[in-house]
């Protein structure tokens, strides 16, 4: 059994799309664990958005590639890319409201990926909550110098969701309960 972290983020609030993005999750067969409303505060959104040697490196290339295809160079060193994104990304998370959920299931953490879709929203598959309800890009975001706006966000593994679980949520605030359709799903 896993747990995940799907943030909905405030333009998935703004636009009403908490309901329908919760049923998704609730259709699959994962229980809410927790859940509440919160308005972000720039240190914990600092803390969710950790910069790693790994993402930082990740981050530079894929920026050098984009920028490539486009016929610029890319002047910033990899660290000076992880810090801005890091900074547009932080400040996206707090620009309004947003629902933190902590969902609950076997694979959790690999279906909240797959029911999200791709990052950058216009390469979203359709049928996944990205690829039906926004249509963001890494270009328009470069372009308003700006994180992309894709909604949602879900952990991307065990260890990423243990911390970000811990980040968002008190051990008070999350609920063990029997879901009596998994007697159904699992039996």
């Known amino acids: 059994m896993e747990r995940t972290l799907i943030l909905v983020k405030h333009d998935g609030v703004q636009r009403g799309l908490i309901g329908e993005i919760i049923k998704r999750f609730e259709q699959k067969g994962l229980k809410i664990a927790g859940m509440k409303m919160v308005q972000a505060t720039k240190e914990t959104a600092d803390k969710h958005y950790v910069i790693t040697p790994e993402w930082t490196k990740k981050l ?15 002047k910033e060193t990899d660290e000076e890319i992880a810090k801005r994104i890091h900074s547009q990304n932080s400040e996206y998370l707090t620009e309004g409201p947003i629902v933190a959920i902590t969902f609950e299931g076997y694979h959790a953490i ?12 216009r390469k979203a598959d359709l049928g ?4 039906d309800f926004t249509v963001d890009s890494y270009d328009l975001a470069d372009e308003k ?3 992309v706006r894709n909604l949602i966000h879900a952990s991307e593994d065990l260890e990423q969701a243990a911390r ?7 051990k008070k605030e999350l609920h063990a ?3 009596k359709e ?4 699992h039996k």
């Open 177 to 179: 309960y029997t879901k």
């Open 60 to 74: 530079g290339e894929n920026a050098r590639k984009l920028a490539e295809k486009k016929g610029i160079t890319v």
């Open 128 to 131: 996944t909550i990205r690829g």
């Open 164 to 170: 970000e679980v811990n980040l968002w949520f008190d």
């Open 110 to 121: 690999e279906i909240g990926r797959k029911l999200i879709g791709n990052t950058e929203a």
């Open 145 to 147: 110098q700006r994180s």
């Open 182 to 185: 998994w007697e159904v799903m």
